[in-house]
């Protein structure tokens, strides 16, 4: 039980890695910062405020775009953020009736899914991903991590963490895949 905690627990973490990692490069490519926001310190209290603001104009983008991907894109992850979660999904959901094959939108549903322990549907979102692109790397590593780690399928997670490792050669996930299917494989 407690090496399925740990387990856990390293799944997660690379999740949360991979995802932040994902959104912040959506960000930048989306132009959402093309001039660098001035730094100040927030009044206490300000933080919520800006937030919200943030979120109804976005929302206002999207009632106004309605056709605009990137802008429901960028509402889905302000939701999450701000830890609305049905509104993320819902957000993540219009994306994929305009772009059924977003794959930015895809993986953070699995991430969403994941986190409210529905390993099915998160698996769904990855199996698209991979159908249409089977070299995506991303969806490679958060498959195998999954079926590894949470469903129990070692030989299918290693297998996927193999092609994984084939394809980004080295860093930081490739070596801890690498890790992993040498577990697996024992």
Not at 82 to 103: C, F, H, I, S, T
Not at 143 to 163: F, I, P, S
Request: glycine fraction near 6%.
């Amino acid at each position: 039980m407690l090496r399925r905690k740990n387990q856990k627990l390293v799944f997660w973490v690379l999740t949360v890695f991979i995802g932040v990692s994902l959104v912040g490069s959506s960000v930048v490519w989306s132009g959402l910062f093309s001039t660098p926001p001035a730094r100040t310190e927030p009044v206490p209290g300000e933080e919520r405020t800006q937030a919200s603001a943030t979120l109804e104009e976005l929302a206002k983008t999207v009632e106004a775009n309605p056709q605009d991907v990137s802008a429901y894109l960028r509402l889905g992850a302000a939701c999450l953020e701000q830890g609305e979660v049905d509104r993320a999904v819902a957000a993540y959901e219009k994306v994929l009736a305009l772009d059924p094959g977003n794959a930015a939108a895809r993986l953070s549903l699995s991430e969403i899914y994941l986190a409210q322990e529905k390993p099915d549907e998160a698996l769904a979102q990855l199996n698209a991903i991979l159908a249409a692109d089977p070299h995506h790397l991303a969806a490679l590593y958060r498959r195998g991590l999954l079926l590894g780690l949470v469903k129990g399928q070692k030989d299918a997670g290693a297998a996927d963490l193999e092609r994984f490792v084939r394809l980004a050669g080295d860093g930081p996930e490739a070596a801890h895949a690498r890790s992993l299917i040498a577990a697996w494989r024992k």
